[in-house]
């Protein structure tokens, strides 16, 4: 309960990145809430917003060290997990392109998205690379590990010096991500979606539902959907929240120890979910 305007708003203050970027929302997070819980597995220990940066770090350099150039397009296939998040923000906030896999997508719908996109690089974690490993499309020169980023395939024989690429200037218009959708006719289609836009949804949605870095997420909704993308982790990061990812499919019991152990303030779920949780 809180006594006054001014309690509030000292608790919960909107923020805005400038510019509207996916690198300046965690460049904010990492330097703002150094030393806050950011991302973990439920049955795992989280690491700080500070170590999150330097995993970011990290895998850029990974990626880079294969000759990518501003503007190509990394794939991403995975179910949620901490690593998903640095994967992801080491593609976007240096300039590169996202291009996030339903992880229950077939091998040739896989196949299908990598050709379409263009992308150089898959990323994949190990429970899904059975999917992917005998798939090759003419542009991939690379498949890496998400879980423990081990290079599974490689057809770059030298690697390249990567300093004068990790600094890229990453603008609003730039694209940050193509979104392949589910459930239509015929074969997915990518949906292009520029920095200032997904930037834009994540900071208004603080209007709806105002968060801070005290609040707890359990996100177990796919992140290569643009919902669970957008409100449950590019919003909780930009505010300094912590995430908490299940290593299980989110059956009603396993949720429900989740949140016994986790206590989240905030979930974002699907009707269906919902009402499986109502019945246990």
């Not at 992880?103 to 059975?130: A, C, G, M, Q, W």
């Not at 940050?176 to 930037?199: F, N």
Request: aromatic share 10%.
């Amino acid at each position: 309960v809180f006594k006054d305007d001014a309690q509030l708003d000292k608790l919960y203050k909107k923020i805005v990145p400038s510019p509207l970027t996916l690198k300046s929302l965690i460049d904010h997070s990492v330097s703002t809430f150094a030393d806050c819980n950011s991302v973990s597995f439920v049955e795992g220990n989280p690491i700080t917003y500070k170590q999150l940066g330097e995993q970011i770090d990290d895998f850029a350099s990974l990626l880079f060290s294969f000759g990518l150039r501003k503007g190509d397009k990394v794939a991403l296939f995975s179910h949620n997990m901490p690593s998903w998040v640095v994967a992801y923000f080491s593609v976007v906030s240096r300039g590169l392109i996202i291009v996030p896999i339903l992880p229950d997508f077939t091998s040739e719908e896989v196949e299908n998205v990598l050709t379409h996109s263009e992308s150089k690089i898959l990323v994949v974690s190990d429970r899904l690379y059975s999917k992917v490993n005998k798939r090759e499309t003419p542009y991939l020169i690379a498949k890496i590990c998400l879980d423990d980023y081990s290079i599974r395939s490689n057809k770059i024989e030298n690697k390249v010096d990567v300093k004068e690429n990790l600094e890229a200037d990453v603008k609003e218009d730039d694209i940050a991500a193509i979104i392949y959708t589910s459930g239509t006719t015929g074969r997915s289609k990518g949906v292009v979606l520029t920095h200032k836009s997904v930037t834009f949804v994540a900071m208004q949605s603080f209007t709806v539902q105002p968060i801070n870095h005290e609040d707890v997420f359990l996100s177990f909704l796919p992140l290569s959907h643009t919902y669970e993308n957008s409100i449950g982790m590019l919003y909780p990061i930009m505010y300094g929240s912590s995430i908490y990812y299940l290593d299980k499919p989110p059956t009603a019991p396993i949720l429900i120890a989740a949140m016994g152990k986790i206590k989240p303030t905030m979930m974002l779920s699907v009707p269906l979910i919902m009402e499986k949780i109502y019945k246990n």
